[in-house]
């Protein structure tokens, strides 16, 4: 079986609860739409967004705020 990417955004605390959903989402679409434009098929690729929900750091100063605003890539069976 073909393996899937899983593609996750991630946002700090700051701005609300929607917002950062919303933000997550698009940065993971984001880099979703630019592995498809390298070659990538769409149909292995899968992407969510958690928001705030799941900080590296806790969002207590701009550069921890800086580790919590990504993007996770992973290969799933």
Not at 41 to 53: F, I, P, Q, T, V
């Amino acid at each position: 079986a073909q393996k899937t990417i899983l593609i996750t955004g991630h946002t700090c605390d700051i701005g609300g609860k929607y917002y950062n959903k919303g933000l997550s989402i698009a940065r993971a679409k984001m880099v979703n739409d630019w592995l498809i434009n390298e070659g990538f098929s769409k149909h292995r690729l899968r992407y969510k967004g958690k928001g705030m929900s799941e900080p590296m750091k806790a969002n207590t100063s701009e550069e921890n705020r800086r580790w919590n605003r990504r993007v996770v890539i992973r290969l799933n069976d």
